[in-house]
């Protein structure tokens, strides 16, 4: 079952664009087990009127950890130009299992900050 979380999300126009604006760690449960899969593939995606703005993957921005069954999400300022005010948008979190099953892990709406 995929959880509906909440996430904010700021472009800082005065900030680099290697600066970090979003960092988190998501433990990885399914019905309330640790998964015992390994993911092939793992997508973030954030969209505003259903057009996508941004696309994560894993090695780009999305980092597995099999130990504890995490996954460690980072967002830099650079990649965050695409918000011109402050606006709602929404994201999408899912897995491809190495046994092809695709699952969608989280969902939920952003809050996108400009910061001037």
Request: proline share 3%.
């Amino acid at each position: 079952m995929a959880v509906n979380k909440p996430i904010t999300i700021s472009y800082a126009t005065p900030a680099s664009d290697g600066a970090v604006s979003f960092n988190t760690v998501w433990i990885i449960t399914l019905d309330g087990l640790s998964p015992t899969g390994t993911p092939v593939e793992a997508y973030l995606s954030i969209s505003q009127n259903q057009r996508r703005k941004l696309l994560l993957s894993l090695e780009d921005g999305l980092t597995w950890n099999d130990t504890d069954k995490s996954v460690h999400v980072l967002i830099r300022n650079g990649q965050l130009s695409f918000i011109r005010d402050d606006s709602e948008m929404d994201y999408e979190f899912w897995i491809v299992w190495d046994n092809t099953n695709l699952q969608r892990i989280a969902y939920g709406t952003v809050t996108a900050v400009r910061v001037d």
